[in-house]
T-cell receptor
Framework: DADVTQTPRNRITKTGKRIMLECSQT?????MYWYRQDPGLGLRLIYY???????NKGEISDGYSVSRQAQAKFSLSLESAIPNQTALYFC?????????????FGPGTRLTVL | AQKVTQAQTEISVVEKEDVTLDCVYE???????LFWYKQPPSGELVFLIR??????QNEISGRYSWNFQKSTSSFNFTITASQVVDSAVYFC??????????FGQGTELSVKP
């Protein structure tokens, strides 16, 4: 079984809809991350969480929110989806020192906003 | 500023050829960490290696090898005797202490039979 899982793997939605992407892990890592990948822009950090009570904004958090329900679960929400949020979204977990950890990525969720 | 440059956007080779993927980084820090990830056509990101700035020893893992040279700020990745399954986008990434993980733009490797 995969250590980091994301659901759904693919989602097509309409502008204005609320969407939740879920991530769960069995690695036992405290740190979790959400990134988006866009062609030509690489990966950009949306939010990260060092533990259940410690959540931080990344470089592109506007239009997104997160919830760390448990050590193993970290959800990303798009409150009102817009077309430029169409991207490949990755969840990752981190192990090691919090400032230099090695990150392990999930399989990704491909989101299309029409 | 922290930056990672992968100048090779696309590389195409024939199976069994050796191929080197270049990675050049910029950082003002003396302590930092370098990574390589593989993204196959299925889309997931697979961790390959982590290298600390204070450890310049090169590493070999099967057909994969990494050449870290601080003098030229490079962390190149070589695949020996490439195979079709090596076809993927490869990302180099940099992290300094307390900072975010910064990815290069990726190099798309196509290995043809």
């Amino acid at each position: 079984d995969a250590d980091v899982t994301q659901t759904p793997r693919n989602r097509i939605t309409k502008t204005g809809k609320r969407i939740m992407l879920e991530c769960s892990q069995t690695k036992g890592h405290d740190r979790m991350y959400w990134y988006r990948q866009d062609p030509g822009l690489g990966l950009r950090l949306i939010y990260y969480s060092f533990d259940v009570k410690d959540i931080n904004k990344g470089e592109i958090s506007d239009g997104y929110s997160v919830s760390r329900q448990a050590q193993a679960k970290f959800s990303l929400s798009l409150e009102s989806a817009i077309p430029n949020q169409t991207a490949l979204y990755f969840c990752a977990t981190g192990v090691g020192d919090r400032s230099t950890d090695t990150q392990y990525f999930g399989p990704g969720t491909r989101l299309t906003v029409l | 500023a922290q930056k990672v440059t992968q100048a090779q956007t696309e590389i195409s080779v024939v199976e069994k050829e050796d191929v080197t993927l270049d990675c050049v980084y910029e950082t003002r820090d003396t302590t930092y960490y370098l990574f390589w990830y593989k993204q196959p056509p299925s889309g997931e990101l697979v961790f390959l290696i982590r290298r600390n700035s204070f450890d310049e020893q090169n590493e070999i893992s099967g057909r994969y090898s990494w050449n870290f040279q601080k003098s030229t700020s490079s962390f190149n990745f070589t695949i020996t005797a490439s195979q079709v399954v090596d076809s993927a986008v490869y990302f180099c990434a940099l992290r300094h202490q307390g900072g975010k993980l910064i990815f290069g733009q990726g190099t798309e490797l196509s290995v043809k039979p």
